[in-house]
């Protein structure tokens, strides 16, 4: 039983469907949707006679049924099978107020032979039926993950797909693609597809598959500013917004570069080891030299004043403004030095 809030354990989640240890109800939530779906796959896998599918597997949308029609399928009893897997989508779509206490019934006693998954965004977890959901069904939040949690993945994702990855591979298609899971699992399969059957990936084989299609992007952006470079960076910045990017997210990219070089000036000013500055930054090691190079670049009053210019612009961007008028403003205030004022008021 998990509570609302822990961090959900997947090494005891797949360890119990390969022992055939199903929870009557599963319930997953949050906004890292390819981690739901792939535990989604899992449970279907383990949990449903091939055989027998198509009678004792059903996938229904929150927009299309409601509660009577949920607990109806999932109390009825499998076809020739030990039992049968029913998931919901978009389950919030079905909570209402007269649903409460029928979902909550059934949540208290589920049927022995029927695995119920349930999937929503953002539940509620103070109202019925989720508070009971929290009491009796195995509960798993997934939430985006933090880079330090995504290198990780990366790093697991091509264990499983048993092959070999260099580190510095993995801090390249980090830089390039983000945290995007679903994103960084579409880029490891076109890698894979144009390597062909070589065991380990270099940095070279990111460069040459995913760096291509990644020449203009926020973490790119984010680059050609810490180096000064204004003329790359107004470009970079430009293609993003020509290609319906949103200033919002990039400007928030560029205020979390700004965190890391400020975390980076305390610690070297309390000349803390090298060995622990990936770790203060939020950073991969191979990219803590790039970033110690661009706090050359900026001395903390900078920093300070880039934050400044930033949350500025953020206001303005949400307002509707013209995003490449804003961005070129706040970069160019940033890369020269320009003491803030309220340049967009």
Request: proline share 4%.
């Amino acid at each position: 039983m998990a509570k609302s809030r822990e961090k959900f354990d997947f090494d005891n989640f797949y360890s119990s469907l390969k022992k055939k240890n199903f929870a009557p109800v599963y319930f997953f939530y949050g906004d890292e949707d390819l981690l739901i779906e792939e535990c989604v796959d899992a449970i279907v896998e383990s949990a449903v006679d091939p055989a027998m599918k198509e009678f004792n597997f059903d996938i229904l949308q929150g927009s299309e049924v409601d509660a009577k029609k949920i607990l109806g399928i999932a109390s009825s009893f499998p076809m020739m099978a030990e039992r049968r897997v029913v998931v919901v989508k978009d389950f919030e779509r079905t909570v209402k107020k007269e649903s409460e206490e029928f979902y909550s019934a059934y949540f208290e006693k589920p049927s022995p032979t029927t695995v119920l998954v349930l999937i929503a965004a953002n539940p509620d977890f103070r109202r019925k039926p989720y508070t009971t959901l929290k009491k009796s069904a195995l509960c798993g939040e997934f939430r985006p993950l933090y880079d330090n949690e995504t290198i990780a993945w990366i790093e697991s994702r091509m264990k499983k797909l048993k092959r070999g990855i260099d580190p510095q591979a993995v801090a390249l298609l980090h830089s390039f693609v983000g945290n995007s899971l679903r994103e960084l699992a579409n880029e490891i399969e076109k890698t894979l597809i144009a390597v062909g059957e070589k065991p380990v990936i270099s940095s070279a084989d990111i460069e040459h598959v995913v760096g291509v299609s990644r020449e203009f992007t926020v973490f790119e952006l984010a680059n050609k500013v810490g180096e000064k470079n204004i003329a790359k960076a107004l470009d970079v910045a430009g293609h993003l917004v020509n290609s319906g990017e949103n200033a919002v997210p990039i400007i928030a990219a560029l205020a979390t570069h700004f965190v890391k070089l400020y975390k980076l000036h305390d610690a070297v000013r309390q000349k803390r080891p090298e060995n622990e500055l990936a770790q203060i930054a939020g950073v991969h090691p191979f990219f803590v030299r790039s970033y110690l190079q661009h706090l050359r670049n900026f001395k903390l009053e900078e920093i300070e004043n880039a934050f400044l210019i930033l949350s500025e612009a953020d206001l303005a961007a949400k307002s509707s403004g013209d995003a490449k008028l804003i961005l070129t403003k706040a970069i160019t205030e940033i890369i020269t030095g320009i003491q803030y004022q309220s340049a967009f008021a």
